[in-house]
């Protein structure tokens, strides 16, 4: 008890070295024909701390499983205890000035290989660069696992350093990461903490550039640090015809949770269906509460985030923005295959800036999972087809009722899209031609509703016993909001009631928002009244200014809009009244 074992290089890590005597040429990886082995294999409970001090040449080919495990490093492992096989449990610090760098390993970590039990400790300072294997920097597989009882955890903390420049490859049970690996396959847990450092400039030949964690009991928590890099030379990158992930990859119920940090500059270069320029999620979940995700790229599909069909993504918090896909989902990507979706939850201050959509796949929609803080819009959503009815928006009644306006649909050009309180998709445009009745109507027991509308140049001609343009509203102690667009002149008249009508139950109320997109003119005429109001209350306003060209009740001009309506609605028959509005 008491007792520790440090490794330090007297000169520093430049000159000396623990060097196993493989030279690094990765373009002719060896075999078992010339395995070197393990460069540092630490077998103790006895804590170990290395410092200035270069860790190379290690090359683990034997082309059996259980050699073949940390090139550079291989840290725990099993001892027999009379009838009983145990972990050793070690514990590794990676100083200041401590390098593990150039090792080879035909099996899991080429860099470092740390068993179940074990946990290794990396400081500022400490290098993990130049490595090749299953899990190029540092692997936590629990290889040995099948012969000893027991729960054991294994972890790893990064408060520093780096690690970078490492090449994970592909073995046919997907398990692979460029810069480290979390596996799940026995009773146990492995987590891997992030406080600080960089893990940049990997690569890998299938799933995850920077980081893979594949399993039920495997957890990843960034709460500082960089995945990725400053710029698009030094970020991860997953390759190959099935690159996921250039930044993260999350498979077999894994969880990845962020708090703090930048996921950044990482590619997934895929040539055929990957995606996921900075992380993507095949079955697990990523919690993200803080950071960043930026300028993130792929050449499929989801810049910033992949959702597959067993994925989850639940954002309460951190923002993503400037990244880029070729194909669709600048932002987020989620998926639908067969039928089969994955979940996209949204609350708190989470933001998915308006350059980076979230495109939604057949059967997709976000979940409001709890009030939004964010600038509207939180997120502006592409759908896969633009159907008029279809859910983009899931939620309580009451989160939809209240968040439902801070989303936005992707422009359709030619075509007047929106979202309605109800978390649907609907497109109510009236255009060039004529018309007999024009309105909207809440259905009884609805709550707060909103509908949009735009006119494109109609005209309503003069028709008995009939409003021209009615909202009516059913339901007491609710507001029906209209958005309203007018794109050229719009002519509505009528010969009975009003030219513009409210009307509804008592108590109900309706507000018409005029739209600033407007760049027409809307002229109503009614034998009673021009605008008629019959037991709902009501206001007219602007969203973010209305801009007029005119506003005049037969022939004479109002400068404000209360004045305009209330002239308006007072007028007798037989006047007319006009709005015109410019962007």
């Known amino acids: 008890a008491g007792f520790s074992i440090t490794l330090e290089g007297k000169t520093g890590s430049g000159t000396d070295k623990i060097n196993a005597g493989w030279g690094g040429d990765t373009d002719n990886l060896p075999d078992s024909e010339n395995n070197i082995g393990t460069a540092l294999s630490i077998k103790t409970s006895v804590p170990v701390t290395i410092k200035n001090l270069t860790v190379t040449g290690g090359c683990a080919a034997s082309g059996y499983e259980d050699d073949d495990l940390g090139g550079g490093i291989r840290l725990g492992g099993v001892y027999s205890d009379g009838d009983t096989e145990k972990p050793f449990e070690a514990s590794l610090t990676l100083a200041g000035g401590a390098v593990v760098t150039k090792n080879y390993a035909n099996g899991y970590g080429g860099g470092v290989y740390v068993s179940f039990g074990s946990n290794l400790t990396i400081k500022e300072g400490a290098e993990i660069s130049g490595n090749t294997g299953y899990g190029g920097g540092v692997c936590i597989y629990p290889y040995e696992i099948e012969s000893v009882e027991g729960t054991f955890k294994t972890t790893v903390t990064m408060n520093g350093g780096s690690i970078s420049g490492n090449t994970g490859y592909a073995n046919t049970n997907a398990s692979f990461g460029g810069g480290r690996v979390l596996v799940y396959d026995y009773s146990g847990s492995a987590s891997f903490v992030m406080n600080g450092g960089s893990i940049s400039e990997n690569t890998c030949d299938g799933y995850g550039g920077g980081v893979c964690i594949y399993g039920e009991n495997v957890k990843f928590t960034m709460n500082g640090g960089t995945i990725g890099g400053s710029s698009s030379d030094n970020g991860n990158s997953s390759t190959t015809y099935n690159g996921y992930g250039g930044g993260v990859y999350i498979n077999r119920g894994a969880t990845f949770e962020m708090t703090d940090g930048a996921i950044s500059y990482n590619k997934s270069e895929s040539t055929g269906y990957g995606g996921g320029g900075a992380v993507f999620i095949s079955s697990g979940t990523f919690d993200m509460k803080g950071g960043s995700l930026t300028s993130n790229t792929a050449t499929y599909r989801g810049g910033g985030v992949y959702i597959a069909s067993a994925g989850i993504f639940n954002m309460t918090g951190g923002s993503i923005s400037g990244n880029t896909a070729t194909n669709d989902g600048n932002g987020v990507y989620q998926y639908n295959y067969n039928g089969s979706t994955g979940t996209f939850s949204m609350g708190g201050s989470a933001v998915v800036s308006s350059d980076n959509d979230v495109y939604l796949s057949s059967g997709n929609y976000i979940t409001v999972g709890g009030s939004l803080s964010a600038t509207s819009p939180v997120a502006t959503i592409t759908p896969s087809a633009y159907t008029d009815g279809a859910t983009v928006l899931s939620g309580t009644t009451a989160l939809l009722a209240s968040e439902y306006t801070k989303f936005a649909l992707t422009p359709k050009t030619g075509e007047s899209w929106s979202i309605t309180s109800d978390g649907k998709m609907t497109n109510y445009e009236v255009s060039s031609g004529t018309v007999s009745d024009i309105g909207f109507e809440t259905p009884s027991g609805a709550g707060d509703l909103t509908y949009y509308l735009t006119l494109d140049n109609v005209t309503r001609p003069f028709q008995q016993y009939s409003s021209a343009l009615t909202f009516k509203n059913n339901n007491a102690g609710t507001t029906l909001t209209v958005y309203l667009t007018l794109i050229g002149n719009n002519t509505l008249t009528a010969d009975n009631h009003g030219g513009l009508k409210l009307t509804g139950v008592s108590g109900a109320r309706i507000n018409v928002i005029f739209c600033t997109t407007s760049t ?55 006047s007319t009244f006009t709005i015109s509005t410019e962007p």
């Open 520 to 574: 027409g003119t809307l002229t109503c005429k009614g034998s009673i009244r021009d605008i008629q109001v019959e037991n709902v209350t009501g206001t007219f306003s602007k969203q973010d200014g209305l801009y007029f060209t005119s506003a005049t009740i037969n022939g004479t001009s109002y400068s404000d809009m209360d004045s305009f309506f209330t002239a308006a609605q007072s007028s007798n028959s037989g």
